[in-house]
């Protein structure tokens, strides 16, 4: 069973920047993708950024210039480096996995950015 387990969430100004990690237990197949998500109360969970185990990233345009995703495969970990936070920004930021067994999610873990 693949577990994702976030970390690195706080609270910082608008400016800051935060990194988000994300370690996957368990095994994951072949081919799989890492991602995060984010919620903001009222409104709908989006993607922010994903990567494959191949290395190929998806961007949302909204944090595009912002935040970095990459990822170690040999860890099964993903990370969110986040720059030029802006209060729009504040979220719970959830990981997500994708492999050919199923779709996992982390717990979440909270962004406040602060004007």
């Known amino acids: 069973q693949v577990q994702p387990v976030e970390s690195g969430g706080g609270l910082v100004q608008t400016g800051g920047s935060l990194r988000l990690s994300c370690a996957a237990s368990?095994?994951?197949?072949?081919?799989?993708?890492m991602g995060w998500y984010r919620q903001a109360p009222g409104k709908q969970r989006e993607l922010v950024a994903s990567?494959?185990?191949?290395?190929?990233?998806n961007i949302a345009d909204f944090v595009k210039g912002r935040f970095t995703i990459s990822r170690d495969n040999a860890e099964n970990t993903v990370y969110l480096q986040m720059n030029s936070l802006k209060p729009e920004d504040t979220a719970i930021y959830y990981c997500?996995?994708?492999?050919?067994?199923?779709?996992?999610w982390g717990q979440g873990t909270q962004v406040t950015v602060s004007s």
């Open positions: 997500k996995v994708v492999d050919a067994r199923g779709i996992y």
């Open positions: 368990g095994s994951l197949s072949s081919f799989n993708v």
């Open positions: 990567i494959t185990n191949g290395g190929i990233r």
